[in-house]
C-alpha cells in the first residue's frame, strides 16, 4: 500500500522499527556518508558534514531531514540519541519539534 503523506513522526517510527529488528545495520546505514559537491553542501534543507571543507558529506538523515526543512536554528526534525558522546550505539530516533 502506497502512503499519500509521510511525517516525521512515520519516518522515526520506521528507523525506530528498524533498530529493533537490525541494530547493526541501522547505524551502518546512519552512519554511512558519500561525498557530495557544492550544490548539496549550499541546498537549504538537507544537512551535510562540513568538517572537511574539501570533502563535504552526506548522509541518510541529513538526506531525510531534507525533506521535512530545518528549525530557526538550522537544525533537522529527525534526531538520532546514542548512549554516550562517542555515538557508539544508537539508543533511538525521534522527532525535534523545536
Known sequence: ??????T???VVCLLNELLDIDS????????HRVSCNKNVVNHPYI???CDDSKNP???LLGFLNGLFGVNEN???CIVV???DADCNNII?????KS
Open 1 to 6: 500500500m502506497l502512503k499519500n503523506k509521510i
Open 8 to 10: 516525521a513522526e512515520d
Open 24 to 31: 547493526i545495520a541501522t547505524k551502518k546505514l546512519i552512519e
Open 47 to 49: 544537512q551535510v558534514n
Open 57 to 59: 558529506k552526506v548522509g
Open 74 to 76: 538550522g537544525a533537522g
Open 81 to 83: 540519541k546514542y548512549t
Open 92 to 96: 533511538h530516533f525521534t522527532v525535534n
